[in-house]
């Protein structure tokens, strides 16, 4: 993959830390922003090596959301046809997969959040497993105050988050939401008294999670996004399922036996994808 300009990744201890790395720019959502996550994403989830991925950001905010520029020129959304007008629907279709990627991804992603979550960084850490925040982050609908409808998952994924007399009292309005009052919600986890301590909280969690089998980090994150979608009843056929597919006695013996030993344990790598298209068959 080619050198990132809008992030750094590193991996380490089997922990992805992804961090937004325009801070002179708010790490607003450029179209680069958007190829080079869908591609990181990509590479994160064929690999197998990380278990957990941390998404962070440089600078005061988070993320000041879509870029002024990104509707600007070549994919500009053109509205003076149907022709046109449909044609938004593929491109809102390519923005929204990419942080469906997270969603998606074989291993939790935890997002650690500071300053301003605005706009579009709103529907990407809704895509997140969990989410920590500074004391002075906040959360905003930003798309009202511009005149258009949020439009990438904030507002299919928000009320499965936090009431919906939240959700439609943020997005007829576009006011700010303050972290404690995200927590009381349970849009955050944790609220953090600095970026600092959120980004180590975040880390520390990631280490946990990391100490546990892949596989069955995977299966229970299949697991409750199935049952958050799914009537009781579907769901836990589902369950039989997956745990049927992904049981190992192998996997339960270690866990105890460390446990008994007071040692980490020791568990094999989720296997690496590969694509059909690449087998060179």
């Given at each position: 993959m080619n050198p990132l300009t809008c992030f750094q990744l590193s991996i380490t201890d089997h922990i992805a830390h992804l961090v937004l790395s325009r801070p002179e720019?708010?790490?607003?959502?450029?179209?680069?922003?958007?190829?080079?996550?869908?591609?990181?994403?990509?590479?994160?989830?064929?690999?197998?090596?990380?278990?957990?991925?941390?998404?962070?950001s440089s600078g005061k905010h988070f993320s000041a959301g879509m870029a002024l520029e990104t509707f600007a020129g070549a994919i500009a959304m053109d509205d003076q046809s149907p022709e046109g007008r449909a044609a938004i629907f593929d491109l809102l279709s390519d923005m929204q997969a990419t942080f469906t990627k997270l969603e998606n991804l074989r291993i939790p992603v935890i997002a650690s959040i500071q300053g301003g979550c605005i706009?579009?960084?709103?529907?990407?850490?809704?895509?997140?497993?969990?989410?920590?925040?500074?004391?002075?982050?906040?959360?905003?609908?930003?798309?009202?105050?511009?005149?258009?409808?949020?439009?990438?998952?904030t507002i299919q994924r928000l009320p499965k988050l936090v009431p919906l007399a939240v959700v439609k009292e943020l997005a007829y309005t576009g006011r700010r939401l303050s972290a404690q009052k995200a927590l009381g919600y349970g849009l955050v986890n944790e609220v953090f008294a600095s970026q600092e301590a959120m980004l180590a909280g975040a880390l520390q969690c990631a280490a946990e999670i990391a100490s546990k089998p892949p596989v069955a980090i995977w299966g229970t994150k299949q697991a409750i996004h199935y049952a958050r979608d799914h009537p009781v009843d579907d769901a836990l056929k589902q369950m039989g399922w997956l745990q049927g597919a992904i049981w190992s006695n192998q996997h339960v013996r270690e866990a105890v036996s460390a446990m008994k030993d007071k040692r980490p344990a020791s568990f094999p790598a989720l296997s690496a994808l590969k694509n059909f298209s690449d087998s060179g068959l």
């Open positions: 720019a708010m790490n607003t959502m450029n179209p680069t922003f958007w190829r080079e996550l869908d591609a990181v994403l990509t590479q994160i989830h064929q690999a197998g090596e990380a278990r957990v991925l941390v998404i962070s706009g579009g960084a709103v529907d990407m850490v809704t895509a997140c497993c969990i989410r920590y925040a500074s004391a002075e982050a906040f959360f905003c609908i930003q798309e009202i105050n511009i005149g258009m409808v949020a439009d990438v998952g």
